[in-house]
């Protein structure tokens, strides 16, 4: 699907209308003198495809027309689209009508209305060129937003108004705005055929690849983290248990692993052959240290806690003797009488504050005296057992020596003991982490499948990601320019231009044309003459839409060119549109020019539109035919007698 234009039309406030009808898949001229309306073509074009701000100049045009419209050409029948002209010194409006038959008949003023706004108009103008959903990824670490392509993009390849098609700096269409001129480095890849629909296909297809991939490696990861980093732990036990002599079997599989372990684990220590006889007074040696260490340690707990109450008794008694030293003072006051007198400064004491009687203090000294006495006459019974329990320990610590030497020289005696004593430890040691690791590991499933699984997501990811690869995509445009090139370069040499004689190039990182000299490449914005610029910018776009003719790319098939002949043929000297005041060189190369793009409209046999505005008029029988309308003498776009607002 692609789109062409049939008509443009304009219509005046009071419901009357012009209609400029264009030749499908031919070239179209309009040739006319200055001030009638030409170059606001390109933008009634861009407006009328969704165009964020009207540029059709503040004047005539704007003033004495209410809407503009598109009769179009579509792959299967035709639509009509239009756009309410925005009030004086607004940008746009959001009012837009569109139709769609097999063939549309223009419809009058009074029939149009809002029936959509910029972005359902918008949404169905890709449509109909073929864009499907592309979407741009800016590379990992770039700021960018993603970018969707529309007809928006597409257009910067259709249009050259005048002050574009001299320009050295700038190719294309929009792109002295950087904003525009990276959009249209995401999205070229696209239109080119580098990155065609199937692309995008395959991406949302890695997409989900890669989303299952991570799903099944994320369940394999957890399984095998239960299982110890795979059959890494279980076959390092098993390992273990058959150097230990525990078992004989071995395994291959992760679950012949986990069987034998079981197995392992339900060995009993006792039945293993250990040749006890040989350690038998090893045994009771070993016994028998068990019982004086028991013995020992009940002892000395005994006279730890016998000597704490020694320590107690004697605190008790020190306390006591000072506290008794202190109430004998009470005997100054045995032939004393009791009053209420202090007996320091002679003053009476209140009721409230009377010291304690003689009476109780003597009461209170007795006491102590009794247990002062008690406590002393039991110091020698505390003494007497710790001596005592000090008499039972001896004997024991003598036996615990006499039973180390003993257990010395019979380990000395029997290295063999010695073995078997750690060879048991190893095993008690083996089996009880053999134990531990079947008791802490849940019953996981067989993942044989899921390893399957995962080995052919690998290979459809590998697979698509190296289709998908930036390598890739790489080699098909470098492919395409290379066709390009081949194009551009026969055009050049065709149009005589400066640098034709090498080898030129599109540069899609700086969106300009470049020729390979033996000195180097050469880039547009340095080369001479405004000759140089228009032609380059000529091939450049013919180029491109041969490309995208013959690749069926989705892009609208037609291309605006405003006055390309302005170099040559300068307004100021038009009268009448003939060449005739000028050289006979400028003359041969307008030709040339009109010639050429005369020529690759018709190879590619109806399926690209050039419109022209122009001021020369070349007597030539095939510029004659192309020539569709002729504004001079009063002819222009806008009629004189419409009216404004």
């Given at each position: 699907?692609t789109?062409q234009?049939?008509?443009?039309v304009?219509?005046?406030h009071?419901?009357?209308?012009r209609?400029?009808?264009f030749?499908?898949?031919?070239l179209?001229?309009?040739t ?22 009207c ?6 045009i704007?003033?004495?027309v209410a809407?503009f419209g ?7 029948g035709?639509a009509f689209?239009?756009r309410?002209c925005?009030?004086p010194h607004?940008?746009s ?6 139709e769609?038959?097999g063939?549309i008949?223009i419809?009058d003023?009074?029939?149009?209305r809002?029936?959509?706004n910029t972005?359902g108009l918008?949404?169905?103008?890709s449509?109909w060129c073929g864009?499907?959903?592309h979407?741009?990824e800016?590379?990992a670490g770039e700021?960018?937003?993603?970018l969707?392509?529309s007809?928006?993009h597409?257009l910067a390849?259709?249009?050259?108004p005048q ?5 050295r700096q ?6 002295a705005?950087?904003?525009v001129?990276?959009?249209m ?5 696209y239109f080119l055929?580098?990155v ?5 296909r395959?991406r949302?297809?890695?997409k989900r690849?890669?989303?299952q991939l991570r799903?099944?490696?994320?369940q394999?990861?957890?399984l ?7 059959t ?7 390992s273990?248990a058959r150097?230990a002599?525990?078992?004989?079997a071995s395994a291959s599989?992760w679950?012949?692993t986990?069987a034998?372990?079981r ?7 006792s039945g293993?052959d ?8 090893f045994?009771r040696l070993?016994?028998?240290?068990e ?14 806690l016998t000597?704490?109450f020694?320590?107690?008794e ?5 306390e006591?003797q000072e ?8 005997s100054?006051?045995d ?5 209420h ?6 003053h009476e004491?209140?009721p409230v504050a ?7 203090i003597k ?8 247990k002062?006495?008690f406590?002393t006459?039991?110091a020698?019974q505390?003494q007497?057992?710790i001596?005592?329990?000090?008499a039972?320990l ?5 036996a615990?020596?006499r039973?180390?030497a003993?257990?010395?020289?019979v380990k000395?005696?029997n ?11 190893r095993?008690?040691h083996i089996?009880?982490?053999i134990?531990l690791?079947l008791e802490?590991m849940?019953?996981?499933?067989d ?5 399957i699984?995962s ?5 459809q990811?590998a697979a698509?990601?190296e289709?998908?690869?930036?390598d890739?995509i790489?080699?098909r ?9 081949q194009?551009m370069t026969e ?6 231009l400066?640098?034709?004689?090498y080898?030129l190039?599109l540069?899609l990182?700086?969106l300009t044309?470049v020729a390979?000299?033996i000195d180097?490449?050469?880039s547009?914005?340095r ?12 091939i ?6 041969d490309?995208?003719v013959k690749?069926?790319r989705?892009v609208?098939?037609f ?9 040559y043929?300068?307004?100021?000297t ?5 060449l ?5 060189e400028d003359r ?10 005369y020529?690759v ?7 690209f539109?050039?419109?022209v ?6 007597n030539e029988p095939?510029y004659?035919?192309?020539?569709v309308?002729?504004w001079?003498?009063?002819?222009k776009?806008?009629?004189d ?5």
């Amino acid at each position: 699907m692609t789109i062409q234009i049939l008509d443009l039309v304009i219509y005046s406030h009071n419901g009357l209308n012009r209609t400029l009808s264009f030749q499908a898949g031919k070239l179209n001229i309009i040739t006319g003198a200055s001030k009638t309306g030409k170059s606001a073509l390109v933008s009634i074009v861009d407006y009328c495809f969704c165009s964020g701000q009207c540029r059709v100049p503040e004047g005539p045009i704007r003033r004495s027309v209410a809407w503009f419209g598109l009769r179009i050409k579509l792959a299967n029948g035709q639509a009509f689209i239009a756009r309410r002209c925005p009030a004086p010194h607004a940008v746009s409006t959001e009012d837009c009508y569109f139709e769609v038959a097999g063939d549309i008949v223009i419809p009058d003023a009074s029939a149009l209305r809002q029936t959509t706004n910029t972005f359902g108009l918008q949404s169905l103008l890709s449509g109909w060129c073929g864009i499907r959903d592309h979407l741009h990824e800016p590379a990992a670490g770039e700021t960018r937003r993603p970018l969707s392509a529309s007809v928006r993009h597409a257009l910067a390849f259709c249009f050259q108004p005048q002050d574009e098609i001299i320009q050295r700096q700038h190719l294309f269409h929009g792109t002295a705005d950087n904003f525009v001129a990276q959009a249209m480095k995401d999205t070229l890849p696209y239109f080119l055929g580098g990155v065609d629909d199937e692309y995008v296909r395959k991406r949302e297809e890695l997409k989900r690849v890669r989303e299952q991939l991570r799903s099944c490696e994320r369940q394999l990861s957890e399984l095998n983290a239960l299982r110890g980093t795979g059959t890494g732990k279980a076959t390092s036990l098993l390992s273990e248990a058959r150097d230990a002599a525990l078992t004989s079997a071995s395994a291959s599989t992760w679950e012949q692993t986990i069987a034998a372990l079981r197995e392992t684990a339900k060995v009993s220590l006792s039945g293993l052959d250990s040749s006890t006889q040989d350690g038998a007074e090893f045994a009771r040696l070993s016994a028998e240290r068990e019982r004086l260490l028991e013995t020992q340690r009940r002892l000395r707990a005994e006279i730890d806690l016998t000597k704490s109450f020694q320590r107690e008794e004697r605190g008790f008694a020190l306390e006591a003797q000072e506290q008794r030293a202190r109430l004998n003072a009470v005997s100054i006051f045995d032939q004393a009488t009791p009053v209420h007198i202090c007996p320091l400064c002679s003053h009476e004491l209140p009721p409230v504050a009377s010291p304690p009687s003689v009476d109780q203090i003597k009461a209170e000294l007795t006491a102590i005296s009794s247990k002062l006495e008690f406590v002393t006459n039991a110091a020698p019974q505390v003494q007497s057992a710790i001596t005592e329990l000090e008499a039972k320990l001896t004997p024991i610590q003598n036996a615990l020596s006499r039973n180390r030497a003993q257990l010395e020289a019979v380990k000395a005696s029997n290295e063999r003991l010695q073995v078997q004593q750690d060879l048991a430890a190893r095993q008690g040691h083996i089996l009880g982490r053999i134990s531990l690791y079947l008791e802490s590991m849940p019953e996981l499933p067989d993942t044989a499948a899921l390893e399957i699984r995962s080995q052919e997501l690998r290979r459809q990811f590998a697979a698509l990601e190296e289709e998908l690869s930036d390598d890739r995509i790489r080699e098909r445009i470098d492919s395409i320019l290379s066709i390009l090139g081949q194009n551009m370069t026969e055009w050049a040499h065709r149009l005589e231009l400066e640098h034709s004689a090498y080898p030129l190039r599109l540069d899609l990182k700086k969106l300009t044309i470049v020729a390979d000299t033996i000195d180097g490449p050469v880039s547009m914005d340095r080369m001479g003459s405004g000759e140089n610029w228009v032609g380059y910018h000529l091939i450049a776009h013919l180029a491109l839409h041969d490309w995208y003719v013959k690749r069926a790319r989705p892009v609208p098939r037609f291309l605006f060119l405003d006055q390309p002949s302005q170099i040559y043929f300068p307004p100021e000297t038009d009268v009448d549109g003939s060449l005739e005041s000028r050289g006979q060189e400028d003359r041969i190369a307008v030709t040339r020019m009109f010639q050429l793009v005369y020529d690759v409209v018709e190879s590619l046999r109806g399926e690209f539109q050039v419109i022209v505005t122009e001021h020369a008029d070349i007597n030539e029988p095939w510029y004659q035919k192309s020539v569709v309308a002729r504004w001079r003498d009063g002819t222009k776009l806008v009629p004189d007698d419409w009216p404004r607002v």
